[in-house]
């Protein structure tokens, strides 16, 4: 785009066109082809996440996660019943075939400025490295731009977590840069690195999606033909 100046010669951002503020996403579900994502509720998925994430028999899931690993049930019950009360972040859970198998949140929700950010993403090994995580990811993608209208759609991660970086990348995510000890968590100090996917870009990601996503992109083992 070209430099845009004022009256003063002075170079100026462009113009924004979007209405704003824009629409808080609502506790509503997202469907898809392998997956739904549904407002999170304790009392209908802690017994399936429970059992999901406990697959995860050496808990690496939750290096990079502010909370957890959960020695005893009850505990990880009431951060479920906490996490449905929240607004910000809005918990989501992940259904395959009828078993919630993973959580992720939209959350530092920005209406007046049209930013939103996806994270609080875990995902079992029920789901891992199949079309379910991807789709869960393009079905919020698809909320937010689509029918939400927002303009920029972030993901932040320890600086650390090499699996998060790269499937932000995968995921179509650009890369701006990483945030020096910008918080902390479990008592350690998080560099945070910031990735982002603005509205004029998901026209073009969401046909990689659309395409990738297709029944007939995968064999009769699950695995994919063409790689996103």
């Keep these: 785009m070209a430099d845009i100046f004022n009256d003063l010669g002075q170079p100026v951002g462009w113009p924004v066109t979007t209405k704003l503020p824009r629409t808080r996403p609502e506790r509503t579900t997202l469907t898809g082809h392998y997956c739904a994502l549904v407002p999170l509720e304790a009392a209908t998925h802690g017994e399936d996440l429970w059992d999901a994430f406990s697959q995860d028999k050496t808990g690496a899931n939750w290096t990079y996660l502010p909370i957890g690993p959960f020695a005893e049930k009850a505990d990880f019950i009431a951060f479920l019943t ?4 929240s607004p910000d972040p809005l918990y989501y859970a992940v259904i395959k075939d009828g ?8 959350l530092r929700i920005d209406e007046a400025q049209g930013v939103i950010e996806v994270g609080f993403i875990h995902f079992s090994p029920l789901m891992q490295r199949t079309p379910v995580s991807t789709e869960a990811m393009y079905l919020m993608m698809r909320y937010v731009f689509d029918t939400l209208g927002y303009r920029r759609y972030e993901w932040k991660c320890d600086a650390l977590n090499a699996p998060s970086r790269a499937a932000a990348k995968r995921l179509g995510f650009s890369y701006e840069g990483t945030f020096r000890q910008a918080t902390t968590y479990k008592g350690r100090n998080r560099d945070t690195a910031w990735f982002s996917v603005l509205d004029g870009e998901w026209p073009a990601l969401m046909t990689r999606f659309e395409r990738w996503l297709e029944p007939a992109n995968f064999d009769a083992d699950g695995r994919q033909k063409t790689p996103l």
Excluded: K, M
Excluded at 82 to 85: G, I, K, L, P, R
Excluded at 99 to 106: D, Y
């Design 82 to 85: 906490a996490a449905e009360a």
């Design 99 to 106: 078993r919630a198998v993973g959580h992720t949140t939209f």
